[in-house]
């Protein structure tokens, strides 16, 4: 028996500890790849920042009021601008440049107050107008900076660079490193300039190892650490080393367990060995499986899955780490809600400032315009009403000069000869009777002229810009007026003609010229769609029809005015009127639209009228726009 057991135990003892070095291996390879997990971590939070920074920068360069300071060139008043946005923003690092690289504003604050940065490539890379990002290294031990960098620009230019950035220190790592059992250590050369661990846990002077090496174990304060290091390039190729430091404390302990538990079997009874070899083998399988769901867990919230959560009800090792994976996927998670919530509020604030501004150019343009059009008919209307007012006395004159040349005639009817040729010569008959014709005539123009001066100084409305109670078919027959030159015949189209059924409405509550603009969008679309549909008409050979528009107004019993402009034109598809309230959606070719007078009109109507504007359209059928307005505007809408 003695030869077989000792062959036994000889071979029991062999496999016991070819266990325990393939479970170690095992161990040791699972810590392994915890560390590049926790690395590639690592590398994902820094992308997003730099993306939140890129965010960040290209905001405040397509802000209007930056990029008209910046374009202003006046130092203070860049400095009024942007530092307020940089405190609201949680920048440690603003730099305005123009492309020569002198500093409009240079700003720092936080953990880069008084920081001496090394920012002579910066300046480089901000004459070339790209996007950049990277480190900006310091010196003295001060923290470097995270840093993007973005061109600013007009309409008309390129005025410049803006460069933003948040200092790496060590509360950047803090964040980065969470509730997580990984230390985070940031190196310049040989210096270290930011860490996570405690000031009596760093050790002793050390360096990382390099970034394509595999993690190395190392050993501070007692405290074993399996350390990896990703580096990070700044703008002069120079390099920022940080090392992620994954305690591998837990793993050598259950190596320790394990060591333990091998040593017990080989201590055990020959009739103990079967049933403690079987049950060493159970209980490594099940720590195997229980890392291998913390491995797969780990590389499952690398991808980007942060709905895991690992049972953690046992105090050992392994719960531990499932505790940590579980508080480590929580902050990941809560980071990023956050992150996507400022996304989210930086959008939404570039869409509103996109329409305030499209509201504000195209305000200032119908204010520009209506001065324009209210200068003109002013100049126009002194002299005009010197011509109109003196064409009475000039009528009432040439009439005496006639009767005293009647009475001559009568008194002297055979004058002497040389009277009697200039007379013949002149033909006093036709001169007498087409002077007063031609005077009837001036006094006919002069008055159209001043009908035409009235309708422009009632549709410009700059008297009544304010809030106030309008008849709105004055504000339709003054457009109409206006646009009447388009409604005549011309030698390739013929006249189109405008029929009015208005109705009896009481006086509107309303901005007068908004209104007076929406009627001129409307019409002028009118009469673009008839003319276009003439246009395919003689292209097609066809003959073409007369153009038609109709003008209706009514008031219903909800005290609603409705106003209805149809044309008989080719209609629109159903595609294309479904988005012709959109901002610059046109069909018209380049120059002739732009986009904004249906939208600007749909604002006018529902936001600033609280009323409703609608089209209905079938291709082929023409195109009918009807709005409805309340005659009494709330308080608010007056505002």
């Not at 392994?32 to 939140?52: A, N």
């Not at 005549?488 to 908004?514: D, F, V």
């Not at 528009?549 to 019993?557: D, E, K």
């Not at 600033?608 to 009807?626: A, D, Q, Y």
Request: one cysteine or more.
């Amino acid at each position: 028996m003695a030869p077989p057991l000792i062959i036994f135990l000889s071979l029991w003892t062999a496999g016991t500890l070819g266990f325990g070095f393939f479970a170690r291996h095992n161990l040791s390879q699972e810590a392994r790849e915890e560390t590049l997990e926790l690395t590639s971590l690592l590398q994902q939070d820094l992308q997003r920042r730099q993306e939140l920074l890129h965010l960040k920068a290209t905001w405040m360069s397509e802000e209007p009021s930056v990029v008209d300071v910046i374009a202003e060139g006046d130092r203070a008043s860049i400095q009024s601008t942007l530092l307020p946005i940089q405190v609201s923003l949680d920048l440690d690092l603003l730099k305005v440049m123009d492309f020569q690289g002198q500093p409009f504003l240079y700003s720092q604050q936080g953990a880069l107050d008084g920081a001496a940065l090394d920012e002579t490539n910066l300046d480089v890379a901000a004459q070339t107008g790209l996007d950049l990002s990277g480190i900006v290294l310091a010196e003295s031990g001060d923290p470097p900076s995270l840093v993007h960098l973005t061109s600013v620009k007009s309409s008309e230019q390129l005025l410049g660079s803006l460069a933003v950035g948040i200092a790496v220190d060590n509360q950047l790592l803090q964040q980065i490193r969470g509730n997580a059992s990984m230390h985070l250590v940031a190196f310049q050369g040989d210096r270290i300039i930011a860490t996570t661990l405690p000031p009596g846990d760093r050790g002793e002077s050390w360096l990382p190892p390099a970034p394509d090496t595999a993690p190395m174990r190392i050993s501070l304060a007692d405290e074993p650490y399996l350390v990896k290091t990703v580096e990070l390039t700044s703008f002069d190729e120079a390099t920022l080393n940080i090392a992620v430091l994954n305690s591998v404390r837990a793993t050598e302990q259950a190596e320790q367990n394990l060591w333990l538990i091998v040593a017990s079997f080989g201590c055990l009874g020959g009739g103990l060995v079967i049933g403690v070899t079987f049950l060493g083998f159970r209980a490594t399988q099940a720590l195997s499986r229980r890392i291998q769901r913390l491995t797969q867990a780990t590389q499952r919230l690398a991808q980007g899955d942060l709905t895991l959560h690992l049972p953690s009800d046992t105090q050992d090792e392994v719960g531990v780490l499932a505790q940590n994976f579980n508080h480590m996927t929580e902050e990941l998670i809560e980071r990023d809600q956050q992150i996507q919530q400022q996304m989210q509020q930086l959008k939404n604030t570039l869409a509103e400032l996109r329409r305030t501004q499209l509201h504000v150019v195209q305000s200032e343009k119908m204010s520009a315009l209506g001065q324009l059009v209210a200068g003109v008919a002013h100049e126009l209307n002194n002299p005009i009403n010197f011509v109109h007012g003196n064409l009475t006395y000039l009528e009432e004159y040439t009439q005496d000069l006639l009767n005293i040349t009647q009475a001559y005639q009568d008194h002297y009817p055979n004058p002497p000869k040389t009277l009697q040729a200039v007379v013949n010569n002149v033909d006093l008959d036709f001169l007498c009777e087409d002077l007063v014709k031609i005077i009837s005539s001036m006094t006919v123009g002069t008055k159209r002229i001043k009908q035409i001066i009235l309708s422009l100084r009632n549709f410009s409305r700059l008297d009544e810009a304010e809030f106030k109670a309008v008849d709105l078919h004055d504000g339709i027959d003054n457009t109409l007026l206006i646009l009447q030159h388009r409604f005549k015949e011309t030698s390739e189209t013929p006249a189109i003609e405008i029929i009015k059924n208005y109705g009896s409405l009481s006086l509107a509550e309303c901005y007068p010229s908004q209104l007076n603009q929406v009627f001129m969008n409307l019409l002028a679309n009118a009469v673009d769609a008839l003319e276009e549909s003439n246009q395919q008409q003689l292209k097609n050979g066809r003959v073409v029809r007369p153009g038609k528009i109709w003008i209706s107004t009514q008031m219903n019993a909800e005290n609603w005015i409705k106003i209805t402009i149809a044309d008989n034109g080719s209609g629109i598809p159903e595609m294309v009127r479904s988005r012709i309230f959109d901002p610059f959606f046109t069909t018209k070719p380049i120059g002739k639209g732009t986009g904004l007078g249906l939208s600007i009109s749909y604002q006018i109507i529902t936001e600033k009228h609280n009323g409703r504007i609608e089209c209905n359209s079938m291709l082929g059928g023409g195109t009918k726009f009807v709005i409805e307005i309340p005659i009494h505007q709330s308080k608010s809408a007056a505002a």
